[in-house]
């Protein structure tokens, strides 16, 4: 399949005026200006002078987790019964079939990070999808893909309401530190006896065992937080442990985006639709990304399905343009800064050979509101 006569953004390179993507199998063949256009490579789809690039890829949402208009019986983002559940998995609530999975592929999103919300301290295990599937597991891209855990007003407010800890901030992090620590005495304990066949393995504990790549760094732990002073408490967890972390929301981070940067901290911002529908959220301001990433900060944007509808996604980075951001730095925020503050960068967000095929073409500029989605690739085959 050639995709050809279309301004082209690989996201790895300049913009390409007039350009083509070749499509073998599952996988990007070739990228480049028309000049160069393969002469025998399959199907021809004439982009008639419309925007070719990657598939939108949303860093941070819920989607399937919470389903659209359905209320409880579909509501599985939070077991709030518990503030430490680090054995939950994403993939045991996500319904591929909840329409919005549709209205994200036609609005050219073809990945997304997904998982548990901020009820808990420590909520459980995230996943990255593709857009497209039947069910869960042949959609999944990357599983596990982080460990959810959740700072400030959200599991103050759940467990307040039950009377119960934590119900303040310290206690919060109290709760992230305690499992942190007893997690890496379980591997150690469980290291000894591999070592010594006359110690015992540890009694199974499916916490621990979840929390245990999280603690060694192999597994990021992406920490849901708004207000400075808790964007600077994951940090302090972060390198208390040696954590491999992002922040997500980062509502405040405006404020101390030199520290941030400092810190080499990336940072998934938004949703920026919307409301200050709580007192966390009374920095919140378009200018936030901007700002984050003019100190040298990696920044990506997310919708935080259903807070914001998936579909509208460019609309978000089109916010941040608005608030002063290039154009194609906007796009990387949902497209090549999505996917490595995903952790799936060597897959997707970018236009480069080798990788999916996830691709999408629109009559303008993909940040245009009046622009319209013409075509959607995900792994080389057109799902609209």
Same mark, same amino acid.
């Given at each position: ?51 070719? $690039? @990657?598939? $939108? ?8 987790? $919470? ?13 709030s019964t518990d503030p430490c ?69 959200? @599991? ?149 399905? @259903? ?59 993909p940040l245009d509101w009046k ?14």
């Open positions: 399949m050639l995709i050809q006569n279309g301004v082209v953004h690989p996201m790895d390179g300049p913009v390409i005026p007039n350009g083509y993507v070749w499509i073998e199998g599952e996988k990007i063949k070739a990228v480049g200006p028309m000049e160069g256009v393969p002469a025998a490579a399959g199907e021809v789809l004439d982009a008639e002078g419309g925007h070719i $690039f @990657p598939g $939108f890829v949303d860093a941070h949402c819920h989607l399937g987790m $919470f389903g659209d208009s359905v209320g409880f019986e579909a509501d599985d983002g939070n077991e559940t680090p054995q939950l998995r994403a993939i045991d609530a996500v319904n591929v079939l909840d329409r919005c999975f549709e209205e994200a592929r036609e609005g050219g999103v073809t990945t997304v990070l997904t998982g548990p919300g901020s009820a808990n301290p420590i909520a459980g295990q995230s996943v990255v999808l593709k857009t497209n599937g039947r069910w869960v597991d042949e959609a999944v891209l990357h599983f596990p893909a982080s460990m959810k855990f959740a700072l400030g007003e959200n @599991p103050k407010t759940v467990y307040n309401d039950r009377k119960e800890t934590p119900m303040t901030r310290m206690a919060t992090a109290a709760i992230i530190r305690e499992n942190l620590s007893k997690a890496l005495e379980y591997r150690d304990k469980q290291d000894k006896a591999n070592e010594d066949p006359e110690l015992e393995m540890p009694d199974l504990d499916v916490k621990l065992e979840a929390l245990v790549p999280v603690a060694a760094g192999s597994l990021p732990a992406h920490f849901h937080a708004h207000r400075a002073d808790d964007i600077a408490t994951a940090v302090r967890i972060a390198k208390e442990f040696g954590l491999h972390y992002v922040i997500v929301h980062g509502t405040e981070g405006h404020r101390i985006a030199d520290l941030l940067a400092a810190e080499g901290a990336g940072v998934i911002t938004g949703p920026c639709l919307g409301d200050r529908c709580k007192p966390e959220l009374a920095g919140s301001t378009l200018e936030g990304p901007v700002i984050l990433a003019r100190a040298g900060v990696k920044v990506a944007i997310c919708t935080d399905h @259903p807070e914001t509808p998936i579909q509208h996604l460019p609309l978000c980075a089109a916010m941040a343009v608005r608030a002063g951001m290039d154009e194609e730095e906007a796009l990387a925020c949902i497209t090549k800064n999505a996917a490595e503050l995903a952790g799936v960068d060597r897959r997707v967000g970018t236009l480069t050979p080798g990788k999916d095929a996830d691709i999408v073409v629109a009559s303008g500029h622009s319209k989605i013409e075509a959607v690739f995900i792994d080389g085959r057109r799902i609209k």
